[in-house]
């Protein structure tokens, strides 16, 4: 099975591989698991970085195939899973595989925020112009600097997903 997760660009994504390298601890270093963080979708590893604000500038997205520990993650309740890995299958930068990013930060997340904002219902009236009105005035991201740093945006995807975080999804 093919497992995501995000990781520092400077980090040799090989270094997975090796066994040694499979162990997950928590902050205070006392309890370790077996296997290396990843999630099982691409969307559940963009969620699981939005959920935590991290920061998504110099990283990278590795795809890789392995086996599941039998240890747990410690955020499995967020969709986090600890693998095994064996094979690096691909490595890619946020945005080539839809994560949308701007100055480090998820574009959902910013959206989500617009929508906190105005509330449910101008949210859900809300089209591809509107949101891009938003973007420029609260970030001033203009639409030449969008579609050059992400190719073509799925506008409604992009919607769809906000709706999603904010539990407005029908």
Do not use: H
């Not at 370790?32 to 500038?57: I, K």
């Not at 009236?125 to 073509?152: F, H, W």
């Amino acid at each position: 099975m093919t497992y995501y997760r995000i990781q520092e660009a400077s980090r040799n994504p090989q270094e997975l591989l090796d066994p040694s390298n499979w162990r997950s601890t928590v902050w205070d270093g006392f309890d370790e698991r077996r296997g290396v963080s990843c999630c099982r979708t691409l969307r559940g590893l963009e969620r699981y970085f939005q959920s935590r604000g991290a920061d998504m500038n110099d990283v990278v997205v590795v795809a890789l195939e392995g086996e599941e520990s039998e240890d747990e993650d410690f955020d499995a309740d967020e969709g986090a899973v600890l693998v095994l890995p064996t094979e690096i299958v691909w490595v890619r930068r946020p945005q080539e595989v839809g994560i949308l990013t701007f100055a480090g930060r998820p574009l959902a997340e910013m959206l989500a925020e617009i929508a906190q904002d105005i509330g449910k219902e101008a949210w859900l009236g809300y089209g591809e112009a509107s949101v891009k009105d938003e973007l420029r005035i609260r970030y001033g991201l203009t639409q030449p600097l969008i579609e050059y740093n992400y190719g073509p945006v799925d506008w409604e995807d992009v919607i769809g997903q906000v709706d999603e975080v904010m539990g407005w999804a029908e």
